[in-house]
């Protein structure tokens, strides 16, 4: 087992990542003119705040992950979860913007949000710091599940 702090945290880093890397670069290419003709809902925030919060996140899962990873009761099964969950992250973006199906998106959402809570209850079995990192992202993920339903009811 990867037991290096460094070497784990940059494995972590670049997995978590890949998702922000991969979803980033299908949102630039594809989004336009698409999602600018979408009717918007008045809760929708500006454009430039998804880049810094996500970043954000992003980071926090990274910690989320890394410290659970170090602690002694850890268990596999919540580090393939956390796996299948930055894949359902990544898919979004290409559901949402690459092929413009805001209906097939919400779904992932919807299966992403589960992810995150069961992540999330099973960090607080093992280490509560890893837990409270995941709540902002099940916050901000559940305001997603929200715009992206005003986007399908008003589209």
């Known amino acids: 087992m990867l037991k290096n ?5 940059v494995l972590f880093f670049t997995i978590t990542y890949s998702a922000s890397f991969i979803g980033g670069l299908v949102t630039i290419t594809l989004k336009e003119p698409w999602y600018s003709q979408l009717t918007k809902s ?9 880049a810094p919060v996500w970043t954000t996140l992003y980071l926090m899962m990274t910690f989320a992950i890394w ?7 850890r268990d596999m099964s919540t580090i393939y979860i956390y796996f299948i969950h930055i894949l359902f992250n990544t898919t979004w973006s290409v ?8 209906f097939l998106a919400m779904v992932n959402l919807i299966i992403l ?8 209850l099973r960090f607080k079995r093992i ?11 099940l916050l901000w ?4 599940l929200f715009l992206n339903l005003n986007l399908l009811i008003l589209n």
């Open 67 to 73: 410290i659970f990873w170090h602690t002694k009761n």
């Open 141 to 144: 993920s559940c305001y997603a």
């Open 127 to 137: 280490n509560e710091v890893s837990f409270y990192l995941m709540i902002p992202y």
């Open 95 to 102: 559901v949402f913007f690459g092929f413009h199906n805001i």
């Open 5 to 9: 702090k460094f070497l784990s945290f």
């Open 42 to 50: 008045n809760l929708n925030p500006p454009d430039w705040i998804f």
């Open 113 to 120: 949000i589960c992810l995150i809570v069961t992540l999330s």
